[in-house]
């Protein structure tokens, strides 16, 4: 009587372990394919597609929705669509650009997405990213109300004839049609250009939402920095213990308010420095200033 139950667990444990071991040995032996030009196999295809789409729903469903339907959130948002999204996604009648045909996972044409899936989750796509694909996050690059404006226009997107499309918004002028932020006039008169972004009143230095926008200036392709995946590179010094030194650079005392301008600008503080400046908005640089104040090796 009581040896089935024991041999059932018996069997369920060596099959647990036996799938752990293929997966392991998949991943360790390098047999899980990782070229872009080679499609994931369904069964993972159809795992991450549950998983993103479980995922969204879940992180957006508190976010309160603005009005959309303003003809200057319109206006504005197209000009940000044609600056920032339409090399990935194109838009009526225009392709993306060659390089984003390569992406794997393609970026999806998004006349489907502002019809299928709630603002809130568009917002939230936009805003977040979706790791381990070619969506960028924009919640560093644009305030809040710039994604709604383009949440807003995604909306009317659907809407137009190529034609529409191509001639922009009423106030856009004639609109290049492959359009970017630098080169384009009719994009640049309208959308602000990043690093000018600001989004409300500044707050203080919050160690961990510094830590967070590391990832998103790129700090982690040059420093080595404790504690943060994928900082392990050598371009620039490690961070380790910065806030054990007594300089920035060896040139301006270690402060908040000089670390909060090196960061914005180093070059500003040493010409000709190999640090480059990226953009990063002042709350950004006071809480990554912050961050580094925690990489202390005497505590
Ligand atoms: C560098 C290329 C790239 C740029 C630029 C880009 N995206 Fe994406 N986007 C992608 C990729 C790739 C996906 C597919 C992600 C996936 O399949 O999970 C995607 C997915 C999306 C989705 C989800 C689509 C759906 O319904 O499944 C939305 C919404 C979106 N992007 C909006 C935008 C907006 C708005 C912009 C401009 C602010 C933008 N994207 C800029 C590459 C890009
Ligand atoms: C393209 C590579 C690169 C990127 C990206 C980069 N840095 Fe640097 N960083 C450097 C280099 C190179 C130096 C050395 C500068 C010098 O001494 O002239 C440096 C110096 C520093 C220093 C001074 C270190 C010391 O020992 O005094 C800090 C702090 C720093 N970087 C933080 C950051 C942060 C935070 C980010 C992201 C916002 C970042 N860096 C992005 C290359 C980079």
Redesign the pocket.
């Known amino acids: 009587m009581r040896r089935w139950p024991r041999i059932a667990a018996w069997c369920v444990a060596a099959l647990v372990l036996a799938g752990a071991a293929l997966g392991s040995a998949t991943v360790y032996f390098g047999w899980y394919d990782v070229s872009a030009t080679g499609p994931h196999t369904v069964p993972v295809y159809a795992l991450l597609d549950v998983a993103s789409t479980r995922s969204v729903k879940l992180r957006s469903a508190d976010i309160d929705v603005p009005d959309l339907d303003s003809p200057d959130r319109i206006r504005r948002g197209d000009a940000l669509y044609r600056a920032q999204c339409a090399q990935c996604h194109g838009g009526p009648g225009q392709a993306p650009e060659p390089y984003a045909l390569g992406l794997n996972p393609a970026p999806p044409p998004l006349v489907t997405s502002a019809r299928e899936r709630p603002a809130a989750e568009v917002f939230w796509i936009i805003r977040h990213g979706i790791k381990m694909t070619g969506m960028p996050a924009w919640q560093y690059r644009m305030t809040d109300e710039q994604i709604w404006d383009v949440v807003g226009y995604m909306r009317v997107l659907p809407t137009l004839s190529p034609q529409q499309y191509r001639d922009g918004a009423p106030s856009g002028g004639p609109a290049s049609s492959l359009a970017s932020a630098s080169t384009s006039p009719s994009s640049s008169a309208t959308a602000t250009p990043p690093g000018d972004m600001r989004v409300g009143d500044m707050r203080v230095g919050d160690a961990k939402a510094g830590r967070a926008?590391?990832q998103q200036?790129?700090?982690v392709?040059?420093?080595a920095i404790p504690g943060v995946p994928g900082a392990r590179h050598y371009?620039?010094?490690s961070?380790d213990g910065?806030a054990d030194?007594s300089?920035?650079?060896?040139v301006v005392p270690?402060s908040p308010d000089y670390?909060q301008r090196?960061?914005m600008d180093?070059q500003g503080i040493?010409p000709g420095?190999?640090?480059?400046a990226?953009g990063?908005r002042e709350q950004d640089a006071r809480d990554?200033a912050a961050f580094?104040q925690t990489l202390s090796n005497f505590e």
Do not use: E
Not at 247 to 250: K, N, Q, S, V
Not at 273 to 276: E, L, Q, V, W, Y
């Open positions: 926008a590391l200036y790129l700090c392709t040059c420093h371009v620039g010094p961070l910065m030194r300089r920035i650079a060896g270690n670390m090196w960061l180093p040493k420095t190999a640090m480059p990226l990063l990554i580094l």
